[in-house]
């Protein structure tokens, strides 16, 4: 098809997203609009649980994190159903910027979630807590200001500035962002550098996990399923599959994505990105063995 090419309302034919790839993102973001908000909503009561706990505290900046990303998530809706955007270029970079963050953001609590649990595991601590509340809450701020610090620059490296809407959005679509890693060459590098990063840190964190898995099974063998630690290592087996599932098959895609920039890529790059937004549904993790028992709630939490 000719770059020049249009279609009768006016949409360049080779930035439009096919319609198949629309209804198949509308599917997807409408499942995780829904079943996020559900998943959210079940968890409230761990704002009852101890907040001073390290990991539970993690857990509640998690569900901050999917909620500001839901806010957004109608506007994706409103461009797939619709075909086109008409909201502005900067407010498309916001929303597109959105998805991003939700992903680097819960990949650093999840992280915060695992490590805190493997080091309660080794060093036989009952709960990790912060001295007092405020202190939770300074520490809160203290990664999402050091996240701010670090995803604002790299966002008005990737998406430019307002002079910059020829390449990155035009013919009333969004989301068209793929052309800035022929445009400059250091958002390349950085995507790779951040997805690698994520990539090797899955990897130590599986192995711990998969360590400890044994030395459970090793220590209880038999009575293994009536054992409350066993219990609680499948918690954080769950939050690794998350991360394993939702997270490192879009960064080992993006590895390629960007060193192989094409028009049909970056179809299949909004697929494989709507994919990681399927963990806005972690917080069924805490849905089963107990979870509701108000005793049990900071345990499947801490």
């Known amino acids: 098809t000719n770059g020049s090419e249009t279609m009768g309302n006016g949409t360049n034919v080779d930035n439009a997203i096919p319609k198949s790839y629309r209804d198949a993102l509308l599917s997807i973001y409408t499942i995780v609009l829904v079943g996020g908000t559900i998943s959210m909503s079940?968890?409230?009561?761990?704002?009852?649980?101890?907040?001073?706990?390290?990991?539970?505290?993690?857990?509640?900046?998690?569900?901050?994190?999917?909620?500001?990303?839901?806010?957004?998530?109608?506007?994706?809706?409103?461009?797939y159903a619709a075909g086109e955007w008409h909201l502005g270029p900067n407010f498309c970079k916001v929303v597109s910027a959105m998805i991003h963050a939700h992903m680097y953001l819960a990949f650093v609590f999840y992280v915060i979630i695992l490590v805190i649990r493997y080091l309660s595991f080794f060093r036989r601590f009952?709960?990790?807590?912060?001295?007092?509340?405020?202190?939770?809450?300074?520490?809160?701020?203290?990664?999402?200001?050091?996240?701010?610090?670090?995803?604002?620059?790299?966002?008005?490296?990737?998406?430019?500035?307002?002079?910059?809407?020829?390449i990155t959005t035009n013919d009333n679509q969004c989301f068209n962002f793929g052309r800035i890693f022929d445009e400059k060459h250091t958002v390349a590098?950085?995507?790779?550098?951040?997805?690698?990063?994520?990539?090797?840190?899955?990897?130590?964190?599986?192995?711990?996990?998969?360590?400890?898995?044994?030395?459970?099974?090793?220590?209880?063998?038999?009575?293994?399923?009536?054992?409350?630690?066993?219990?609680?290592?499948?918690?954080?087996?769950?939050?690794?599959?998350?991360?394993?599932?939702?997270?490192?098959?879009?960064?080992?895609?993006?590895?390629?994505?960007?060193?192989?920039?094409?028009?049909?890529?970056?179809?299949?790059?909004?697929?494989?990105?709507?994919?990681?937004?399927?963990?806005?549904?972690?917080?069924l993790t805490f849905i089963g063995r107990g979870s509701f028992r108000p005793c049990d709630t900071t345990c499947c939490v801490s």
């Not at 993690?58 to 990303?69: E, K, M």
């Not at 690698?196 to 209880?220: D, S």
């Not at 219990?231 to 998350?242: E, G, R, T």
């Open 42 to 79: 079940l968890m409230i009561n761990i704002i009852k649980s101890n907040v001073r706990s390290v990991t539970t505290t993690a857990v509640l900046n998690l569900i901050v994190v999917h909620f500001v990303f839901l806010l957004t998530v109608p506007f994706r809706l409103y461009f």
């Open 126 to 166: 009952n709960q990790v807590e912060f001295y007092r509340r405020l202190h939770a809450l300074g520490a809160s701020a203290a990664v999402w200001g050091l996240m701010l610090i670090v995803v604002v620059p790299l966002t008005a490296v990737k998406y430019g500035s307002s002079t910059d809407n020829n």
């Open 189 to 283: 590098v950085l995507n790779y550098i951040i997805c690698a990063l994520i990539i090797v840190v899955t990897l130590a964190l599986a192995c711990c996990q998969v360590w400890i898995l044994g030395c459970v099974y090793r220590t209880h063998r038999a009575m293994i399923f009536s054992q409350q630690e066993f219990w609680a290592q499948i918690k954080s087996l769950c939050f690794m599959l998350v991360i394993i599932v939702c997270f490192v098959p879009y960064n080992v895609f993006r590895i390629y994505y960007v060193s192989n920039y094409n028009v049909s890529l970056q179809m299949k790059n909004e697929f494989a990105l709507a994919v990681t937004t399927f963990s806005c549904f972690d917080m």
